[in-house]
């Protein structure tokens, strides 16, 4: 069988070429609508106190805390929007609802359940202290306080505290272009019946979905031919309006398989094999300074590596930092045999029992089968040097969803 010239890298060999060919994309500005799931790209300081007055916590009375229970006469109301001018005297109380501010002269508000209102008086039957369900000037952010940093994920939370501030836009990195391309003469649109020998894309699909689940845009290069000259053309088209580039098949070492010449005549490839299962023949190059990943047919290969080096790139390109899935130790819950030579990824349900962490595969491990990673939520990492794992014993699960 004759071998492929590309070296065999290790995995953790092959992710840092990735990494050192992924930089974070320049900066947009980009309005409060369009922010989420965005990595910011810039320091967000507060210019105003939040909030910007004292304001009520509670529904219910203005009042001087050291007036204590009893009757107190009515003289006004203070709602939210707006400032009355009305002062709050000893024996005085005004009624307030949630987010009003604080009249002069008051110091504390009475919650309307611990009060009787009647007749323009009204009784405290609990004292409180001063400055009770009062939110104090700054007390969620005081002015020249940093609110949000460079280089955090913004989420509802942080989208929120942006519009409080008055923000209308913020520099954020963009979502990076990925442009998708499917190879093989084998294969059919999945609305197209399929003749003798033809199969339907799959990856392409569930790549641009995996795609949009790491923050990137897709650019949808539909299916190319086994012909020099047709992914020739899509590979140029598709990286022309696009910051990144991901084919499927044609890597391995059949005679159509025809990505890695063709990447290596108009790029730089940096490797075209990694040690690793499923997922071997991944090929990653560079065309005019954009990664171009060539990932391995068979479906489950395809979103393995895209998991292992598409992820970890497209992560970086949008400034995050954070990038990396959990690993936890788990506990087999049965036997595994693997391969003893390379790196093998074992699609996997871990689940928690009693509070320990157990994991069972998904049953057969073939790399077409993509019901191996339906449901899965870990991949286990299992090292090269032995050829099985036994039940019980611990191993490395990099957890893809919440267990
Ligand atoms: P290749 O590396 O091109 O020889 O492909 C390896 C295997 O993956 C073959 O069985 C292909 O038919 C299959 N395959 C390649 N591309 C796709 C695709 N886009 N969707 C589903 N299966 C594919
Ligand atoms: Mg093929």
Redesign the pocket.
Known sequence: MPESPYPLLSVADALRVVLTHAAPLAPVQRPLRELAGRVLAEEVVAHAALPPFAAAAKDGYAVVAADGAGWRRLIGEQLAGAVTDVTVVPGAVVRITTGAPLPAGADAVVMIERTVEHDERVQITEAVTAGADVRPVGSDLAVGQTALRSGQCLGPAEVGLLASLGYTAAWVYPAPRVAVL???D??REPGDAVGPGQ??????FSLMAAVHEAGGQTIDLGVARDRPGELTARVSAGLHGADVLVT?????M?QL?LLKPLLQMHGTVHFGRVNMKPGK?LTFATIAGKPVFAL????VSSLVSFELFVRPALRTMQGDRNWARPRVTVQLEHDIRHDPQRWEYVRAVVRRVDGALFAATTGSQSS?RLLSLVGANALLELPPGTAAVMAGSPVTAMLLAAV
Request: charged share 20%.
């Open positions: 499917s190879t093989g084998e294969l199969i339907r894309d799959s990856n392409r499927s098949g044609g890597v391995s059949g398989d023949p391995p047919g068979f479906p077409g």
